[in-house]
C-alpha cells in the first residue's frame, strides 16, 4: 500500500529584537485547517499496492565557493534557526533501519545526512537536485558522516529520475514543492517509485502569514493588503498558498490521508544569531516584496520597525 506523509511547516514569528516582541512561536497546524500552516498530514494511496502490488548568488558553503540560488541564504538560515525542531520532524518520520530513501530537490545536503542517520546497515538515502552547485555543496556537506547508511546523490530532476519502479520504501521532498511546475504531477510522478508500503513525506512554507508581528493594528492592515497585490501580480501566484493547500494536493494526485501531527516551536529573546539571522532576512525581503504597493507613510513606519538601530 502507498503512502505519503505531507509536512507543512511555516514560522509564524516575533520580530528581530525585544523592542518589537519577546518570542518567536513558531506554530505547525494541521495543513487542512482554518490557518496558513504547519503539519503533518499522512497519506494512504488507493492503486496498485492495495492490489499487492532561478536566479543565482555567488556563496561559501562546507568551503566550497559555488553559484546557488538567491533564496539559498534564507533557506540556510532556516535550517539553522529551527535544527532541533527539523531533526524531530526527521525523526518521527516512518523509517526503518534499512529503508532505501530518496531525499528530492536535496539543496545542499541538510535533510539528506539527518534521513541517513535514522538508518542502519543496508540503508541508503540518495539526495537527486537539478543543481549540480548545490550537489557540490551537499557531498562536502554529508563528507563528515560516519554511519552505517550509504548516502550517494544523483543529478535529476523530479520528472526525470533514474529509477525504476518500487525503488524507495520513502521519498521525502522538503521546501521545493512550491518551486516545481506542478504539485501533483510531481508527486503523481514519484508514487509509482515507492515499494509497497512505501511513503512519500512533504514539508512545504505556507508563503502567506508565513510570520506574524505584533504590528499596530492599521500598519498591519495596510501591510498584509500591499502583500496580496504583490503575489496577485506574480506568475502562478497559487503556488505562495501549496502548503495549506497539501490536503487537496495529495488528494488530486490519488493519495488518501492517514493522520495529522501538530507541533509548535518557541523561541524566547533574546534571540540567538541564527533567529536574527533569519528574522532580518524576512523582514528584509518583506520590505521589497511591499515597497510598490505600499503609501509613503506606512513604509516608512515599517522600515522603522524592521531596522533594529531605529530606536522605534
Given at each position: 500500500m502507498r503512502s505519503a506523509i505531507a509536512t507543512?511547516?511555516?514560522?509564524?514569528?516575533?520580530?528581530?529584537?525585544?523592542?518589537i516582541a519577546t518570542h518567536v512561536l513558531v506554530d505547525v497546524l494541521g495543513s487542512m485547517g482554518?490557518?496558513?500552516?504547519?503539519g503533518e498530514l499522512v497519506y494512504r494511496g488507493p492503486f496498485e499496492d492495495r492490489r499487492g502490488s532561478i536566479d543565482t548568488g555567488l556563496g561559501v558553503r562546507h568551503g566550497v565557493r559555488v553559484s546557488l540560488p538567491e533564496y539559498e541564504r534564507e533557506l540556510s538560515a532556516f535550517h539553522k534557526?529551527?535544527?532541533v525542531e527539523l531533526e524531530q520532524a526527521i525523526y518521527s518520520l516512518p523509517l526503518g533501519p534499512s529503508s532505501r530513501v530518496l531525499d528530492l530537490a536535496c539543496g545542499d545536503g541538510f535533510y539528506t545526512r539527518r534521513l541517513a542517520e535514522r538508518l542502519g546497515p543496508g540503508g541508503e538515502v540518495t539526495g537527486a537536485d537539478i543543481d549540480p552547485n548545490y550537489l557540490q555543496v551537499a557531498r562536502k556537506a554529508c563528507a563528515a558522516y560516519r554511519g552505517?547508511?550509504?548516502?550517494?546523490?544523483?543529478?535529476?530532476?523530479?520528472?526525470?529520475?533514474?529509477?525504476?519502479?518500487r525503488s524507495f520504501d520513502f521519498i521525502w521532498c522538503a521546501q521545493s514543492l512550491q518551486s516545481?511546475?506542478?504539485?501533483?504531477?510531481?508527486?503523481?510522478k514519484l508514487a509509482p517509485l515507492l515499494r509497497p508500503g512505501g511513503a512519500i513525506g512533504i514539508l512545504e512554507n505556507d508563503v502567506?502569514?508565513?510570520?506574524?508581528?505584533?504590528w499596530p493594528a492599521d500598519l498591519e492592515l495596510a501591510l498584509r493588503a500591499a502583500e496580496l497585490r504583490a503575489i496577485a501580480k506574480q506568475e502562478a501566484p497559487g503556488k505562495f498558498?501549496?502548503?495549506?493547500?497539501?490536503?487537496?494536493?495529495?488528494?488530486?494526485?490519488?493519495?488518501?490521508?492517514?493522520?495529522?501531527?501538530?507541533?509548535?516551536?518557541?523561541r524566547q529573546a533574546p534571540f540567538g544569531e541564527?533567529?536574527?539571522?533569519?528574522?532580518?532576512?524576512?523582514?528584509?525581503?518583506?520590505v521589497e516584496k511591499v515597497e510598490p504597493e505600499l503609501d509613503t507613510c506606512s513604509l516608512a513606519r515599517l522600515r522603522s520597525l524592521c531596522d533594529p538601530s531605529s530606536g522605534a
Open positions: 507543512d511547516y511555516s514560522p509564524r514569528a516575533g520580530a528581530l529584537t525585544a523592542k482554518m490557518r496558513a500552516s504547519h534557526a529551527f535544527a552505517p547508511a550509504a548516502i550517494d546523490f544523483v543529478e535529476a530532476s523530479f520528472d526525470r529520475l533514474p529509477y525504476p519502479a516545481l511546475p506542478d504539485p501533483v504531477e510531481v508527486l503523481e502567506m502569514h508565513q510570520v506574524f508581528l505584533p498558498y501549496i502548503g495549506r493547500r497539501l490536503a487537496a494536493v495529495f488528494a488530486s494526485a490519488g493519495l488518501e490521508p492517514i493522520s495529522t501531527t501538530t507541533i509548535a516551536i518557541d541564527a533567529e536574527r539571522t533569519l528574522l532580518q532576512q524576512y523582514l528584509d525581503a518583506l
